[in-house]
């Protein structure tokens, strides 16, 4: 029988033939991969152990209770809602010394030209911020405060900044969606839609392509849709390196049969093996995941869901019947694959026909597909763009609603998701609603206060202003928009240009200790764990779990919970607003949101470990009703990009390593290979065209800046290089997706000797 659609019409007249299975195996025959390039799980473990030895009980409570604060994927204590079994990887454990480190004396910061010889990793193991410190222009150092004078401060002068002169930026790790709502609340109270959170540095344009295609700016699927589906398509993702619980995901699927193909400029190590600890067979011999690579060029991926769709369209292998009962649009997509030529098609994707037609062979045959992608679609000024044509794909056969299909856009960050639907962004209100007069009117009510109605800046613009002088006063919510965004030097200059900072963590960063215009205030938040109340995380499949607070960890310093201080700042400046920002735990919060936000309903009822929702439901539109204001999906027509690199330059993309976003937690980069941070990949041609060798030093420049590297040959595509970011951000120039406002982390470099 054919595959059911969304509402089980499917064509009748397509050939019916079966999947093409996944080839499973292990990886290697050495035992515990001692003879192959893999992460260390166990001495990882047992340097976490000893890292944490002055707090080893308060750890285990947090692992056994806690929900994860580390990647998108967030299980709760030790398991998930995917599959039975142990779940716990390095990056949770290496991210733990953060919950359980003892506070820095106040001495450790009176030494600002001390601070700033630091970089990120030293100041951090300083320790927890333990009490609000200033500093201005002139001091030696930062000099320990009382909250009453912090609040006095910081208070006047948000109340001597004009709104349009104010910019609030939030960051992902370890927030909780209750802290996001409460600082977009205090931001909104305080007059502004200057509101932004990082998640538009990597899943805006994911927001912006899924938003305008299919009605909804979120995965459509459930993790536990990957385990048995036909098909799965890996998309400019390392998700061995920034999300290893899925690895479990992907071999437990690959035990059902599911074929695996990666779609990515550079060939990744750990998407095709993989040691997976909890799973005894995978631990011992490795799991061999990858069956196909597709060496597609950067900014290629267009073209090559082009060329698929024409294979697709001229051997009537779409799914018309489906089409017409559920999309609109496709007219155009038709006519405009049919007039590709296939020499362009080959040109600007990299790969070659015989390729193109095999993945549409496995798309055409597969019963079922989920496709995940990351930054390598998003962070292009064409990002948006790249992910319409991956629903296009989808769309085509009717990927969509049905069990074991979807689209994935993988979060790298626990807060990430929920950041996004709590906080939201400068011109759209909790819960995913536009900023107009309604909506505005709507929480007017619910918060007893008028809403802004003045288009609010996004996250590098809003910097930019401040490099312009025209944001006097910035709050800064964890995060170091210094390591992140590109060409520091600029960010730079916009902190010493801002008047006033505030910066709110858990520990001190070098976008702390930057020189302001006038006065910087630090301070001290609990984490997660230690929040009256608790807290809840959404993950990357729209789940939203419950997070208790764990006892046993000292009360460090003067720390409040992180959704009290923003609320307390405007209630400083603006008296009047106190009691619309005002709450006795976190479940007071929990229980506006049940009011303020339909699609968080439920949220009001959570309060003990183990209890979450999902909102959607398992899969977003198995109704066959797409969330667009008709109800159907829409194809997209978009156009094919190429890059253009002058002679004798090369094509730079960044790559994470051992890391968490920008907090680089070991130099070596087990999974791939790399031996340092300043490592440079690159292909084994260009190294001969430049006459350089591996592991030779030498310097990439352009006109943003310049950096040192050692050179590592690599399966890299000829033309192209990639670094570890953040360090290659001082040459990458700030440019934006001007649908998405995401920014562009490429950009093209000249290589010479050292």
Request: hydrophobic share 35%; with cysteine; glycine share 8%.
């Given at each position: 029988a054919r595959p059911a659609g969304i509402d089980g019409h499917m064509a009748g007249d397509l050939p019916e033939k079966p999947p093409i299975r996944g080839e499973t195996g292990i990886a290697s025959l050495v035992p515990f991969g001692l003879a192959s390039q893999k992460p260390h799980h166990i001495r990882e473990s047992m340097e976490i152990v000893?890292?944490?030895?002055?707090?080893?009980?308060?750890?285990?409570?947090?692992?056994?209770?806690?929900?994860?604060?580390?990647?998108?994927?967030?299980?709760?204590?030790?398991?998930?809602?995917?599959?039975?079994?142990?779940?716990?990887?390095?990056?949770?454990?290496?991210?733990?010394?953060?919950?359980?480190?003892?506070?820095?004396?106040?001495?450790?910061?009176?030494?600002?030209?001390?601070?700033?010889?630091?970089?990120?990793?030293?100041?951090?193991?300083?320790?927890?911020?333990?009490?609000?410190?200033?500093?201005?222009?002139?001091d030696r150092g930062f000099s320990r405060i009382s909250w009453e004078e912090a609040l006095a401060l910081s208070g006047r002068a948000l109340r001597d900044t004009i709104p349009s002169r104010q910019a609030w930026f939030a960051t992902s790790r370890g927030i909780t969606n209750e802290t996001y709502y409460a600082f977009t609340k205090a931001a909104r109270l305080a007059g502004t839609n200057n509101v932004d959170l990082c998640a538009r540095l990597c899943h805006q344009a994911s927001v912006a392509g899924l938003k305008r295609t299919i009605g909804v700016g979120a995965p459509t699927c459930s993790l536990s849709d990957l385990i048995g589906t036909d098909l799965i398509l890996l998309w400019g993702t390392d998700i061995a390196n920034n999300q290893p619980v899925s690895m479990k995901y992907l071999a437990k699927a690959k035990e059902l049969g599911t074929r695996i193909v990666v779609i990515n400029p550079v060939r990744e190590k750990g998407l095709e093996a993989y040691w997976v600890p909890s799973m005894p067979m995978s631990a011992l011999f490795g799991t061999r995941l990858m069956d196909d690579f597709i060496s597609v060029r950067v900014g290629g991926d267009i073209a090559l869901i082009q060329g698929v769709l024409k294979n697709l369209v001229e051997s009537e292998r779409v799914d018309r019947g489906w089409i017409d009962a559920h999309t609109a649009g496709f007219s155009a997509i038709e006519s405009q694959v049919r007039s590709l030529h296939w020499d362009e098609i080959e040109r600007l994707s990299g790969v070659s026909r015989t390729q193109i037609d095999w993945l549409a062979e496995l798309f055409a045959r597969a019963r079922t597909a989920v496709s995940i992608w990351s930054m390598g679609l998003t962070q292009h000024i064409f990002g948006t763009e790249n992910v319409e044509a991956v629903v296009n794909l989808h769309l085509c056969r009717g990927q969509f609603g049905r069990e074991k299909t979807g689209v994935i856009p993988i979060r790298g960050h626990s807060g990430l998701q929920g950041g996004s639907e709590s906080c939201w962004e400068p011109n759209i209100l909790p819960g995913g609603v536009p900023l107009n007069d309604e909506n505005r009117a709507n929480f007017a009510d619910y918060w007893g206060h008028p809403i802004p109605a003045e288009p609010g800046m996004t996250t590098l613009p809003m910097v930019q202003a401040m490099e312009r002088r025209e944001i006097d006063f910035l709050y800064n919510l964890g995060g170091n928009l210094l390591a992140v965004?590109?060409?520091?030097?600029?960010?730079?200059?916009?902190?010493?240009?801002?008047?006033?900072?505030?910066?709110?963590?858990?520990?001190?960063?070098?976008?702390?200790?930057?020189?302001?215009?006038?006065?910087?205030?630090?301070?001290?938040?609990?984490?997660?764990?230690?929040?009256?109340?608790?807290?809840?995380?959404?993950?990357?499949?729209?789940?939203?779990?419950?997070?208790?607070?764990?006892?046993?960890?000292?009360?460090?310093?003067?720390?409040?919970?992180?959704?009290?201080?923003?609320?307390?700042?405007?209630?400083?400046?603006?008296?009047?607003?106190?009691?619309?920002?005002?709450?006795?735990?976190?479940?007071g919060?929990?229980?506006?949101?049940?009011?303020?936000?339909?699609?968080?309903?439920?949220?009001?009822?959570?309060?003990?470990?183990?209890?979450?929702?999902?909102?959607?439901?398992?899969?977003?539109?198995?109704?066959?009703?797409?969330?667009?204001?008709?109800?159907?999906?829409?194809?997209?027509?978009?156009?094919?990009?190429?890059?253009?690199?002058?002679?004798?330059?090369?094509?730079?993309?960044?790559?994470?390593?051992?890391?968490?976003?920008?907090?680089?937690?070991?130099?070596?980069?087990?999974?791939?290979?790399?031996?340092?941070?300043?490592?440079?990949?690159?292909?084994?041609?260009?190294?001969?065209?430049?006459?350089?060798?591996?592991?030779?030093?030498?310097?990439?420049?352009?006109?943003?800046?310049?950096?040192?590297?050692?050179?590592r040959k690599s399966e890299v595509r000829p033309g192209m290089v990639q670094a570890y970011w953040p360090e290659c951000n001082v040459v990458i120039g700030q440019r934006l997706d001007p649908r998405s406002e995401e920014p562009d982390y490429n950009a093209v470099v000249w290589i010479e000797r050292a």
């Open positions: 000893w890292e944490n030895r002055d707090s080893l009980p308060y750890a285990w409570n947090i692992l056994n209770q806690g929900v994860c604060d580390g990647c998108s994927l967030g299980p709760r204590g030790l398991a998930d809602d995917v599959i039975d079994g142990l779940h716990l990887c390095t990056t949770r454990l290496r991210l733990l010394r953060l919950n359980t480190m003892p506070a820095l004396s106040p001495a450790d910061v009176l030494d600002i030209s001390r601070l700033r010889r630091m970089d990120n990793r030293a100041l951090q193991a300083m320790g927890r911020i333990p009490y609000p410190f200033v500093y201005r222009p002139g965004l590109p060409d520091p030097k600029r960010v730079e200059t916009a902190f010493a240009n801002t008047r006033v900072r505030i910066h709110q963590d858990i520990v001190f960063n070098t976008s702390t200790v930057l020189e302001p215009g006038e006065i910087i205030l630090v301070l001290p938040a609990q984490t997660r764990y230690e929040q009256r109340g608790g807290g809840t995380a959404t993950n990357t499949e729209r789940r939203v779990r419950f997070s208790p607070e764990i006892p046993g960890h000292p009360q460090v310093g003067e720390c409040r919970p992180e959704y009290e201080i923003p609320c307390q700042v405007v209630a400083a400046a603006f008296p009047d607003r106190a009691g619309a920002l005002t709450y006795a735990d976190a479940q919060i929990r229980d506006e949101m049940g009011r303020t936000m339909p699609l968080y309903a439920g949220i009001e009822k959570m309060s003990k470990a183990g209890d979450w929702i999902q909102w959607g439901g398992p899969r977003l539109f198995a109704d066959g009703s797409f969330g667009t204001p008709d109800g159907r999906a829409l194809f997209t027509p978009v156009q094919a990009v190429e890059i253009i690199v002058p002679d004798g330059a090369f094509y730079l993309t960044t790559r994470r390593g051992k890391q968490f976003n920008s907090m680089v937690l070991k130099d070596q980069d087990h999974v791939q290979g790399g031996k340092a941070r300043d490592d440079l990949l690159i292909s084994a041609s260009d190294l001969a065209s430049l006459d350089l060798d591996d592991g030779q030093r030498a310097k990439v420049r352009n006109q943003t800046g310049t950096f040192l590297v050692t050179l």
